[in-house]
């Protein structure tokens, strides 16, 4: 059994998760292009992990940036990152079919 601290580690970014999802999918209920979507998502996942790994957790925590640690910290976190806002991206829907597919 994994050690305390890793499962609440998990369980930490699953709501973290959650709640970055949230401006990512108002912003494709207005987005119905398919490709324009997955653009959108791949461009999101990279601003998040740019915004939390170059300003909130240093600025927080005092941890060294990304860029200071090199490309073999920013690769795997990046792609990461990344293949989250294509995740999103994909799996949501436009609000007009959400609301075509509301009962009446």
């Known amino acids: 059994m994994p050690p305390v601290h890793y499962l609440l580690a998990v369980i930490q970014h699953l709501i973290i998760s959650w709640f970055a999802a949230v401006p990512l999918l108002l912003l494709m209920g207005r987005i119905a292009d398919q490709r324009a979507r997955l653009l959108v998502g791949a461009v999101y996942g990279t601003a998040f992990y740019a915004a939390v790994n170059s300003f909130?957790?240093?600025?927080?925590?005092?941890?060294?940036?990304?860029?200071?640690?090199?490309?073999?910290?920013?690769?795997?976190?990046?792609?990461?990152?990344?293949?989250?806002?294509?995740?999103?991206?994909?799996?949501?829907?436009?609000?007009?079919t959400v609301h075509s597919h509301a009962i009446r």
Do not use: K, M, N, Q
């Open 56 to 96: 909130a957790l240093p600025f927080t925590f005092g941890d060294p940036t990304p860029w200071e640690l090199g490309l073999d910290t920013v690769y795997p976190s990046l792609v990461v990152h990344i293949v989250y806002g294509l995740s999103v991206a994909l799996v949501a829907r436009p609000i007009t």
